[in-house]
């Protein structure tokens, strides 16, 4: 292997770093530019929204978008450093030194676990804030949808509008099968956040358009207090709406996941979604390195045998399938056909068998 100070070393490293960073930039514009036409047509139907708003709102979510073209970005980095190395000879000096394609190699797939691995420990959870304060901005303004569903170490919170404004509903746990509360206490505010009301339940059930509250404690603002056996509140909140609110795990940093998994369990949420991506987010620095070895299976073909272009486009078609196959896998885990582990391993595991196994043929024959 080269020795990691060595001349060459630096000098690939470079090439790749210097056109994943090129790739990157011009890919996140073309995605900023359609994402702030996006916002622009979405907005056309609703209020005036002023343009620094939306502005913002596309800035908050480059981050996150950034962590997810990132694969692409290295595949596509990969390839064209492989072909411009290629393209001017100097993949054949390489060799003429008598190194192989797993040395000259070793310096861009080191770069591209490191970059796997720092996406990973530090994009993904500024992603995950700046994504989180988007989506926000995204239910009130564009949306209109002020309904918030949290969970923390204290129980469950929900927040819904109300007739005089909206109201908070707490739980210490929940019970998925039959959407049940337990221990509730709801809170009544108006629009000027001004208390009006409570409410204490042992129980209470989510149905269609109503929670159905039993043997509740109610009192007002001036201490009065009223027990009934049930009572129905209205809400706009559904079970697939509940689901879908925790069906978002990118709000959350990576080294928070553990602890929310733990929450999660505790409160009765399911937590396959959360754990699928925490283990996807692991594999990351092995899908990287995945993509740098199928890049270079069809990008290190010599000039003078010809058919370049052509394997070229089958590696990133490759590359697609493996990103395909991510996919595919990741709605599998979820369902739970296949365990977590499988799901968001496979891919990584499956890039880098057939990326080693296709560069030992072409190396050795």
Request: hydrophobic share 50%; proline share 4%.
């Amino acid at each position: 292997m080269i020795a990691p100070s060595s001349t060459l070393f630096r000098y690939i490293s470079r090439q790749f770093l210097v056109h994943l960073l090129i790739l990157m930039l011009i890919l996140l514009g073309i995605v900023m530019i359609f994402d702030i036409i996006e916002f622009l047509r979405r907005a056309a139907t609703l209020q005036q929204l002023p343009f620094g708003l939306l502005l913002s709102m596309s800035l908050m979510k480059l981050p996150y978008l950034g962590e997810r073209i990132l694969p692409m970005g290295v595949l596509f980095a990969s390839i064209y450093t492989c072909w411009k190395l290629n393209r001017t000879s100097e993949l054949v000096v390489i060799r003429s030194a008598g190194l192989s394609a797993w040395q000259f190699l070793s310096p861009i797939i080191l770069c591209a676990m490191i970059i796997g691995g720092l996406s990973t420990a530090v994009l993904n959870p500024v992603s995950s804030i700046f994504l989180s304060r988007y989506q926000q901005l995204d239910r009130v303004y564009l949306q209109n949808n002020v309904s918030l569903i949290t969970v923390s170490k204290t129980g469950i919170w929900l927040r819904q509008p109300s007739e005089q404004g909206y109201a908070l509903i707490h739980s210490d746990s929940f019970d998925q099968k039959a959407w049940q509360l337990n221990k509730v206490i709801i809170l009544f505010f108006d629009k000027q956040d001004n208390f009006l009301r409570r409410i204490d339940s042992p129980i209470a059930y989510l149905r269609d358009g109503y929670w159905d509250i039993h043997q509740l404690l109610l009192s007002d603002k001036k201490g009065g207090l009223q027990s009934l056996e049930t009572q129905r509140i209205p809400t706009e909140l559904t079970s697939q709406k509940i689901e879908e609110s925790f069906a978002d795990p990118d709000t959350i940093s990576f080294w928070s996941i553990p602890e929310y998994i733990h929450i999660m369990e505790d409160t009765g949420f399911p937590v396959t979604r959360i754990s699928l991506h925490f283990h996807a987010l692991l594999a990351q620095p092995f899908l990287f390195a995945a993509m740098i070895l199928l890049a270079a299976t069809f990008s290190l073909r010599l000039s003078r045998l010809g058919g370049i272009p052509y394997l070229v486009v089958l590696g990133v078609a490759v590359g697609f399938f493996i990103f395909f196959l991510q996919s595919i896998l990741e709605a599998f885990g979820i369902s739970q056909k296949i365990p977590v582990l499988l799901a968001a391993w496979s891919p990584a595991m499956i890039g880098l068998l057939l990326g080693s196994a296709a560069l030992l043929h072409l190396e050795d024959g």
